[in-house]
């Protein structure tokens, strides 16, 4: 057990296999998650490449009309998320579903809410690609960068070599990768600060926990297995309006499996949900206290959970301690 008057920010020597200088640049990692953050060994991340993955982040270039860019559906002070039930890409084109928040990746397995995609240098590309995002080519945004004298500059310096669709990826990547949530009132409680919870937090965490059992799927350092469960949220009159997991795998007990998301900063990411159906923590509470949709292959461990009025109230208030501080760069 640490002592409460441990510093909130770890300084970690992840860097330690990649030169003097870049290894003087530590990655910080917020209390409370794992200090072990597994980074390809050909996308090392330097302080200059996550500098320049930012930079695209923000560049409308990145959509067809130039009128978005990653930063118009993960907006940085909206925890990454943008407050809307399913995202909208260029022209206005409605999304299948809602935009996850992007904090934490750097830990994990499977990318989208159905996990099609295996690593982040594959998952960066795809929003580029979809029609109903910025529905462009990787070769033409290529194109696009460049004509600018800066780019071309700042491409040669990281990688060494022209601008290209793979080089486009890692950066992209890398400044996702340091985009982390942590060091919230409950990383401070479970750090050994008694007082960074309320009693009424202390009560929700202990319903969590406990008659809840949200940490069958929510646990662990990022409040989540990466793995596929079927809450029944895509079960709708009688059908699945979302194929979920099954897409993936063609296995018919995965239909209307999604991801567990995290639950960092989840009092910041409403509506929630993979297709945002729930406007409040409140709802996503009632719909977990009476045991989600009755689809079929729902997950045994959703059951009516016969909450009272307080306790419900409480689990709300533990939610609301998740949000902690967001820190993104090098
Ligand atoms: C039009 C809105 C929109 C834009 C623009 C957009 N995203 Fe997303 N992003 C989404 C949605 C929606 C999903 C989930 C899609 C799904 O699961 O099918 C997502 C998922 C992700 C994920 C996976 C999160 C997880 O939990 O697995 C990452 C990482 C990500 N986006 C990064 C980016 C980057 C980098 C860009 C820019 C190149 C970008 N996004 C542009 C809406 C957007
Ligand atoms: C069987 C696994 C499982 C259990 C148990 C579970 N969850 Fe979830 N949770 C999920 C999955 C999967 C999703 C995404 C479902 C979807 O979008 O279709 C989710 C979504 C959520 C969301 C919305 C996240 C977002 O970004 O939109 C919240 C909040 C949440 N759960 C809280 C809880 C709480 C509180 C409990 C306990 C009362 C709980 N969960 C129990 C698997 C689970």
Redesign the pocket.
Known sequence: MLAPCMPAIFLLSLLAAQSPAEAAKKLRVPLGLDAYMPIPEDNLLTPEKVSLGQRLFLDKRLSRDQSISCATCHEPDRAFTDAKAVAVGVFDRKGPR?T??IVNRAYGKAFF?DGRIRTLEEQVLQPILAEKEMDITVEEVVARLKESDRDRREFQDVFGREINPVDLARALASYVRTILSGDSPYDRYINGDRNALSEQARRGLR??RGK???T???LGPNLTDER??N?G??WRDGRFVDP?RYAVTQNERDRG???????RE?AR?A?????GS?AR?ED??KY??RGGNRAPNL?S??HP?NLKRDEKRA?VVF?EALSGTIREGL
Request: glycine content about 6%.
């Open positions: 809602g996850p928040t809410w319903i969590f809840g059992n949200c069958d799927c929510h596929f469960h809450t949220v895509a979920g499996k999604f991801k567990t998301p995290t639950l989840i990411t509506p929630y949900m993979h297709d729930l923590l996503v509470v977990y206290d997950d461990d959703l959970l689990l939610l």
